[in-house]
């Protein structure tokens, strides 16, 4: 049966910034299709963990800073999720930040943080978790993309050089690694109700203009991202690689 492609039991899925927001939705839609969830944040993930654990599926946090760690702290990550929970099928990359200036006032520190976290983070992770996936034969990682992975943004330009990246890196680690059966894609999240967006959604005048533009007429939710990312994490995807799904209300068709 179809709906049973999409099933995860028995399976162990990572997934990063899962504290809370679109992070936790993430982790609690792997649970709820049948994954036992490890948790990385570097404030820690108790309300998610608890969430998770009352689905009855097992659950591991993680305490790791993504800016400050290293390729073999990373690799050390991957180690204690397959310790712990017995394996690693699937990786989400979901945690990021966000620093808005003009460009031509953005400072050094500024580009250095949202880069160290929302892309270096991204390919040393999937590299120590793609050691594990190509070795098992099999394995899933789900990048978290963004609508300026199309386009340039206003006053984010370490972001949207970022998130771009992330396409790339997607379509890149897919191309090498289909043959070892080990799928990379991404999920390009439109405009969503975030603390990333509370900047956003506290101009009225911003605020409004975004949503004049999505043919849906609303900011998305955490739960509008579930079934893309079970879909990714699952077999229903053996055949996707290095795909950027949008999930954006219908943004970037305006």
Same mark, same amino acid.
């Given at each position: ?6 099933? %995860? @039991? =028995?399976? *162990? !899925?990572? $997934? ?5 927001? +679109? ?5 609690? /839609? ?6 036992d ?18 689905l ?17 702290? %990373? @690799? =050390?990550? *991957? !180690?204690? $999720? ?5 394996? +690693? ?5 979901? /945690? ?24 270096k ?15 098992q ?6 990048n *978290?993309a ?14 949207? /050089? ?9 379509r ?13 894609n991404?999920?390009a ?14 101009d ?45 209300g ?5």
């Open positions: 049966m179809i709906l049973d492609r999409f099933r %995860l @039991d =028995g399976k *162990v !899925a990572l $997934v990063t910034g899962a504290g809370r927001g +679109l992070g936790q939705g993430y982790a609690l /839609a792997l649970a709820e299709a049948g994954a969830v490890a948790l990385l944040d570097r404030t820690g993930c108790a309300r998610t963990a608890e969430q998770i654990a009352g009855g599926r097992r659950v591991h946090q993680v305490a790791c800073d993504l800016l400050t760690a290293t390729p073999a702290d %990373l @690799d =050390g990550v *991957v !180690a204690e $999720v397959v310790s712990e929970l017995g394996a +690693l099928d699937v990786l989400v990359n979901n /945690a990021g930040i966000i620093r808005r200036a003009p460009a031509v006032e953005f400072s050094e520190a500024d580009w250095d943080d949202v880069i160290d976290i929302n892309l983070a991204v390919f040393f992770l999937s590299q120590a978790a793609g050691k594990v996936m190509i070795a034969g099999h394995g899933k990682i789900v *978290v963004s609508m300026l992975s199309f386009q340039g943004g206003i006053l984010v330009p370490s972001y949207a /050089a970022a998130k771009s990246g992330v396409a790339g890196i997607t890149s680690l897919a191309n090498e690694w289909a043959k070892h059966g080990v799928n990379v991404a999920i999240p439109g405009y969503f109700a975030t603390d990333n967006t509370a900047p956003i959604r506290a009225e005048q911003r605020e409004r203009s975004i949503v004049d533009r999505i043919p849906a007429g609303r900011w998305g939710t955490p739960e509008d991202l579930q079934g893309a990312v079970v879909y990714l994490a699952s077999a229903a995807s053996d055949y996707a690689h290095g795909s950027i799904l949008a999930v954006d219908g943004w970037l068709t305006r």
